[in-house]
């Protein structure tokens, strides 16, 4: 039976923000009001979706799963976060780690594919809107809603059982506050170059090609709505994609700066306040983003509560 190569290193310390001194508390306390007001404004989005039926359309379909993604990614980032920072460098067993990892990249993978998802179906709503409900059926929404997750399982899965089959001798403290692959391969005396390549090669169908399906679509859109005659008339479409723009924009910004960018020049205290933007602060402004210009929404919210009271 094969048995994983980490014998020699047990436990992780995560160093976490520890120089920051008396601001410690403070931190804790901001960063625990922005984990309840995640899961309240996810947990808030996917609850409206079950109950109002006005939202039961494949556009509130997709915010739904993009919801539980964040959750998935904050509850497993933010508890033990908050945990660093109020006591400091705390131990973590190995085994948490890469449990921590895997999960991480499980819902960091689902996010950028359901992004992809998300703006092909707001360029079918725009650019073909009389085959709009012919185009994307509920089979099709199951469809494209399951496969992100099982594609990520998959690479997720490949990583973590690749980086499993290293040597791991020591040093056991990694200077950030959760366990990234960059970090975890700094801690290895085997040769990484490999699970590197590795790496990067998956980010061309985890990241880039999202990415680009992104961009095609709004160039699409853009196209469509520059037709349109009237002023009100493209301002009304437009608004149908502002809010998925922004977080796409918000999203992938700060992977691209972290991942892709080099960061020679870069402190790694820069390096965690990046890495906070997309795991901490990302899923928190989601639900605000999607909801605030969002009638839809704003309705469903008054009628939940009238059946409520």
Aim: net charge positive; aromatic share 14%; glycine share 4%.
């Amino acid at each position: 039976m094969w048995e994983p190569n980490h014998s020699n290193l047990t436990t992780i310390f995560l160093l976490g923000f520890h120089n920051m001194g008396n601001f410690n508390l403070l931190l804790f306390i901001f960063l625990f009001l922005i984990y309840c007001g995640t899961l309240f404004g996810n947990l808030l989005i996917v609850t409206l979706w079950s109950l109002s039926k006005t939202l039961h359309s494949p556009m509130y379909f997709f915010l739904s799963q993009l919801s539980i993604t964040d959750i998935t990614l904050t509850t497993e980032i933010s508890p033990n976060l908050l945990r660093v920072v109020l006591h400091g460098n705390m131990p973590m067993p190995f085994s948490g780690c890469i449990a921590q990892y895997y999960f991480f990249s499980l819902s960091e993978g689902s996010e950028c594919f359901l992004l992809a998802v998300m703006s092909y179906d707001r360029y079918v709503a725009i650019c073909c809107p009389l085959r709009y409900t012919s185009i994307m059926n509920q089979r099709l929404c199951i469809l494209l809603a399951v496969v992100p997750w099982l594609l990520s399982c998959m690479v997720s899965t490949v990583m973590t059982v690749s980086i499993l089959h290293l040597q791991f001798c020591g040093p056991n403290t990694i200077d950030h506050f959760f366990c990234d692959i960059i970090p975890l391969l700094e801690l290895s005396c085997s040769d990484v170059s490999r699970i590197k390549m590795q790496t990067s090669l998956f980010g061309i169908p985890v990241v880039i090609l999202p990415c680009l399906l992104i961009v095609l679509s709004y160039m699409g859109i853009v196209f469509t709505i520059l037709k349109i005659s009237s002023f009100t008339g493209r301002l009304k479409s437009f608004s149908t994609c502002s809010s998925h723009l922004t977080v796409v924009c918000l999203f992938y910004g700060t992977l691209f700066a972290i991942y892709l960018l080099p960061n020679k020049g870069q402190s790694q205290m820069s390096n965690k306040i990046m890495s906070m933007l997309y795991t901490v602060f990302t899923p928190f402004l989601n639900p605000f983003i999607y909801t605030l210009r969002n009638e839809d929404i704003k309705k469903a919210l008054k009628i939940v509560f009238q059946m409520l009271c």
